[in-house]
């Protein structure tokens, strides 16, 4: 690209309006001066002609004067010569007055006057138009004034020149005339003094006038030529700081270059941001050997800086003049941004290719523009077969509808569009695809283009239907869970509803099924448990429904029944199964299950009511009979009322102080000393009276209270074992009964010692009893927990033993020091031979592992004869005392305090 400029015409085009303004200006002055110069002539004309009117008028005077006295016609000619000068002035001025006027004849008087001719225009137009300006009014009113005068001295010479010819003129009238040419030249000689002072001073006031205004219109010319120039001087220095503050400022580089030499002559800052030099380091320098790619003149290449860093640029050239110089403009532009946009668009077009989803672009009709490899390899579909083709096409809804045009709408309303489509392949068939559609929008916020990111979620589906499955069933048994069981039931009572049928519930229960977990393993809980949702599947119809809804508890809808009583043969049938032996394998388990029966519509119009009620009829089964059912009456919920009552009420009876100990003693066998003593919780509820703990601590453990009122009856038992010591009775040990919940606690063993060192009883004097359950659930923290235990010097007893699994190696655990044989062997002592033989096993047990033992529940002479003979050491039970509150207690082993009455045992019940 090439141009030439010239600076010199630039430049003379900029100046040449204040060329012309200054010749302008001249030229005016010129004008003013020549006016001026005009004026001094027609003063000049003015004061010439008054000098000539006052010396005709003078003259004509005296030569009127000398007629009159001697009568020579000379004198006359004189007269009339001078008069006729004074009467063309007069004509030429009052024609002028008059306003009509021919300007030759004007000109011809005032030339009579012997007014010089250069001066008559200039006096005309005077008379003509400023006949009112100073000094000139008052030189013409003084110049009419000696009108009359003038004209009574040419009557004068009328009348002399009559009297001379005619012979008859007298001395004394001659003499009289000259008396009154003498008066009238009075009269006129100050007027016409004054007439040509006026005249004198207006030619001075004018010239003064005309001075000053050719000296401000030249001043104001001069000004206004100044301001012009400098209006157009700070143009050019405007226009000079622009292109520099454009030169400078440039986004781009440029550098001005000699045509001829190559080397750079100026730089703007830019180009010397770029490349980390200074400005003045640049000139001079050859452009080309800064760049160390492609041509300083044209195109792309590559600009080296200072620190050898390079950056992308393209440059553009132009050829301009400097004076007699030929410089080339190069201007340099940094493309960083346009290579890395084309890199990304690189990286975008192979990302594109290579994305695992499948990428659709159409045009604002929808019409695929393109399409990446995967959604060729998805679809079966080229991209050159899918071009210029509707990409909605090949896709519908789920339910084979065509895309609706709302979504379209939608999306061109500016939302993105994320959803399930069927898509259809090459071959014809179809797969369910995940389709987000969104769009590029053009400067008006258009619709340009669509992009649609589409992939296969056939195997998401399957993964989501399976997860489905898993959120609705339980994962172990296969039946569906308590939220599930709630929605269909729901939906059967809504059809029953309809049809006028009814529906019923079955909540089944198992019997001692915590006693599987606890004596075997969890392990074989979990196998019975599928066994049981085996049998009780096999019970139902293809319509009716069985889930799991807790732990062992079942629940089974049966739906389209005419009334609930329908339900009894199902439910006697299950009990039945459920009643058969279960082979685990190594094991052949026994159980049986409790049912609850709740109908719609008797017994409640929604699943959950349903549920509750049913749950209330099997409780009630569970404790009436168990391996049982029962139908749902109102008052089987009254009792279930009660039981939630209950366990509002117990939160808050630790807090009300409602609970409180009794003492269960315990003797030696040999001796009948009490040696020790079993705290043992009541409590006595301010309206119902005392409540067994068999009633509440079941409860207590649901609830998660168990742990709390444990450590209670812990603090209680210490502080009482105390007070006792204080009192100095017999050295007792105090037996505290430990939950499995409270045991398995983390916070259990610092809670025992913190009672402890409260109050101050010795660890060795304190007895924890704990149930094989207990320890069971402890799990592999067992031998940790007790091993604490007999580090802070506490024995523990494992009560009923027998009843659990029974393992052996409780008996080696750290800190086991007791065995209690339960009372359901203990009953049975000395008649039945199967108590008697596990009765002396247990002991011979713990004799051989030095272990002490306790028999509990002997209410006979015969109990206790044959326990003391098998070597039991110490027993409780009814035979010697019943639970005591702590001051009877004291009476029994403080016995100077009653009196001389030794213990007396209670007499045990009979049968």
Same mark, same amino acid.
């Given at each position: 690209m090439r141009s030439e400029a010239s600076q010199q015409q630039l430049l003379s085009r900029r100046l040449r309006p204040l060329a012309y303004a200054l010749v302008a200006v001249v030229g005016l002055i010129l @004008?003013? @001066?020549? $006016?001026?110069?005009? @004026?001094q002539v027609t003063l000049a004309g003015f004061l010439n002609g008054e000098s000539l009117w006052s010396k005709a008028q003078k003259q004509a005077v005296i030569d009127l004067d000398e007629y009159a006295a001697h009568g020579r016609p000379e004198d006359l000619a004189g007269f009339r010569r001078n008069y006729a000068v004074?009467? /063309?002035?007069?004509?030429?001025?009052d024609a002028i007055a008059s306003g009509h006027f021919s300007h030759a004849a004007v000109e011809s008087d005032f030339a009579r006057g012997g007014v010089i001719p250069e001066a008559i225009p200039g006096m005309v137009f005077i008379f003509q138009y400023f006949s009112g300006m100073p000094y000139v009014r008052e030189a013409v009113a003084e110049w009419r004034s000696v009108d009359d005068s003038l004209v009574e001295l040419n009557d004068i010479a009328e009348r002399l020149e009559r009297g001379y010819a005619s012979g008859m003129l007298d001395p004394g009238a001659a003499a009289s005339e000259r008396v009154r040419i003498a008066a009238l030249n009075n009269y006129i000689e100050p007027r016409a003094k004054a007439f040509s002072l006026d005249i004198a001073n207006g030619a001075s006031w004018l010239g003064r006038v005309l001075f000053f205004l050719v000296l401000c219109v030249a001043a104001v010319a001069s000004l206004l030529w100044l301001r012009l120039a400098q209006h157009i001087l700070a143009g050019i220095r405007g226009t000079e700081e622009r292109y520099s503050l454009l030169f400078d400022s440039a986004a781009d580089a440029i550098f001005m270059v000699d045509q001829e030499t190559g080397r750079i002559l100026d730089a703007n800052d830019?180009? $010397?941001?770029?490349?980390?030099?200074a400005r003045a380091e640049l000139t001079g320098v050859e452009l080309s050997s800064l760049f160390a790619e492609g041509s300083p003149e044209v195109g792309e290449g590559l600009l080296r800086g200072a620190d050898g860093s390079t950056r992308p640029v393209e440059t553009q050239s132009s050829l301009v003049t400097w004076g007699e110089r030929q410089v080339s403009q190069a201007i340099v532009r940094d493309i960083s941004d346009r290579v890395a946009m084309e890199q990304e668009r690189k990286i975008a $077009? #192979?990302?594109? /290719?290579?994305? /695992? #989803?499948?990428v659709i672009i159409a045009d604002a009709e929808r019409r695929v523009t393109t399409a990446n490899a995967a959604h060729a390899k998805l679809t079966g579909f080229p991209a050159q077969a899918l071009r210029r083709t509707r990409f909605d096409a090949t896709r519908t809804l789920p339910d084979g509808r065509p895309l609706p045009q709302s979504l379209w709408d939608d999306i061109a309303a500016g939302d993105n569009w994320l959803g399930e489509v069927e898509s259809r392949r090459a071959d014809g068939s179809t797969y369910p695809e995940l389709m987000s559609i969104s769009t590029i929008r053009d400067r008006e916020g258009r619709p340009q283009h669509y992009v649609a990111v589409v992939s296969d979620i056939t195997a998401r589906k399957a993964d989501r239907q399976r997860l489905q499955h898993l959120a609705t069933h339980d994962p172990l048994t296969g039946l569906v869970t308590r939220s599930e069981f709630e929605r269909r039931c729901a939906e059967a009572i809504t059809r029953a509803a309809h049809e006028r049928g009814a529906v019923a519930v079955l909540f089944v229960d198992l019997d001692a099924f915590k006693v599987v977990n606890d004596s075997y393993s969890h392990a074989i809980g979990d196998a019975l448990l599928m066994r049981v949702a085996e049998r009780i599947r096999a019970q139902l119809a293809p319509h009716d429904v069985a889930g799991r809804i807790g732990g062992d508890e079942f629940t089974v809808l049966l739906a389209d029944l005419r009334s609930r009583e329908e339900a009894l043969t199902v439910a006697e049938a299950m009990l039945a199964s459920l009643a058969r032996p279960f082979d685990l394998g190594d094991y052949e388990l026994f159980v049986s299950a409790s049912i609850g029966i709740a109908g719609y519509p008797l017994d409640g119009n929604d699943a959950v009511t349903l549920i509750a009620n049913a749950d209330a009829a099997m409780y009630v089964a569970k404790t009436e009979e168990r391996n049982a059912l029962r139908f749902y009456t109102p008052k089987m919920h009254a009792d279930a009322r009660r039981r939630l009552k209950l366990a509002s009420e117990l939160r808050q009876a630790l807090a009300r102080n409602e609970f409180h100990l009794v003492y269960q003693p315990s003797v030696e066998m040999k001796s009948g000393r009490i040696v020790a003593v079993e705290a043992l919780i009541r409590w006595r509820h301010p309206e119902r009276g005392l409540i067994a703990p068999d009633e509440f601590i079941p409860i207590a453990e649901n609830l998660g209270l168990i742990r709390q009122i444990d450590q209670w009856v812990l603090e209680k038992a210490s502080r009482q074992l105390a007070a006792w010591d204080e009192a100095r009775l017999p050295a007792l040990r105090m037996a505290v009964n430990v939950s499995a919940g409270s045991f398995g606690h983390p916070d259990f063993l610092q809670g025992i010692g913190q009672a402890l060192r409260d109050s101050g009883v010795s660890p060795d004097r304190l007895l924890v009893e704990l149930t094989e359950s207990a320890i069971l659930r402890l799990g592999e923290d067992t031998h940790r927990a007790m091993q604490t235990l007999h580090?802070?010097?506490? /024995?523990?007893?494992?009560?009923?033993?027998? @009843?659990?699994?029974?393992?052996?190696a409780y008996l080696k655990l750290p800190a086991v020091a007791y065995l209690k044989i339960d009372r359901s062997f203990v009953t049975g002592l000395p008649t039945n031979p199967n108590d008697v033989a596990i009765t002396e096993a247990m002991v011979a047990i713990a004799r051989s592992l030095e272990l002490h033992t306790i028999a509990e529940g002997i209410e006979t002479e015969g109990q206790h004869d044959f326990l003391l003979r098998a070597g039991c050491q110490e027993g409780q039970g009814f035979l010697y005392s019943r639970p005591l509150p702590p001051d009877e207690i004291e009476r029994l082993l403080a016995p100077k305090t009653t009196r001389g009455k030794r213990l007396s045992l209670v007499p045990p019940r009979r049968a």
């Open positions: @004008t003013l @001066t020549w $006016a001026a110069m005009q @004026t004074l009467l /063309a002035d007069r004509q030429a001025r830019r180009a $010397a941001a770029w490349l980390g030099r $077009a #192979e990302a594109l /290719a290579s994305i /695992a #989803e499948g580090n802070l010097g506490v /024995a523990v007893a494992i009560d009923d033993f027998g @009843t659990g699994y029974s393992s052996l």
